[in-house]
Nanobody
Framework: QVQLVESGGGLVQAGGSLRLSCAASGSIDSIDAMGWYRQAPGKQRELVADITSGGSTRYVDSVKGRFTISRDNAKNTVYLQMNSLKPDDTAVYYC????????????WGQGTQVTVSS
């Protein structure tokens, strides 16, 4: 089993920055890619960014150039640095871990609220 705990959310003005952290514990050696997703009220959950165990990253177009995902394998933690935040970035942000074993469901954190005021 893997547990994921997010932190770092909060209220920030437009143009500001936040850094989200997702700490993994448990059977972390079984985790391959990790990612950040977000869900705004009335909208579907969407991928924001993810990073493989080898360090390859991808981003949704709306955050390219503003957000950076990184991974510290020694600390079993993945980060999301969010700069130039916009009100449209307001959502609950979730951390996801993908198992290397295809038959094992993805692991999810409990989510952290990010609110960007205009």
């Amino acid at each position: 089993q893997v547990q994921l705990v997010e932190s770092g959310g909060g209220l920030v003005q437009a143009g500001g920055s936040l850094r989200l952290s997702c700490a993994a514990s448990g059977s972390i050696d079984s985790i391959d890619a990790m990612g950040w997703y977000r869900q705004a009220p009335g909208k579907q959950r969407e991928l924001v960014a993810d990073i493989t165990s080898g360090g390859s990253t991808r981003y949704v177009d709306s955050v390219k150039g503003r957000f950076t995902i990184s991974r510290d394998n020694a600390k079993n933690t993945v980060y999301l640095q969010m700069n130039s935040l916009k009100p449209d970035d307001t959502a609950v942000y979730y951390c996801k871990g993908e198992s290397m074993i295809a038959t094992i469901p993805d692991y999810w954190g409990q989510g952290t609220q990010v609110t960007v005021s205009s």
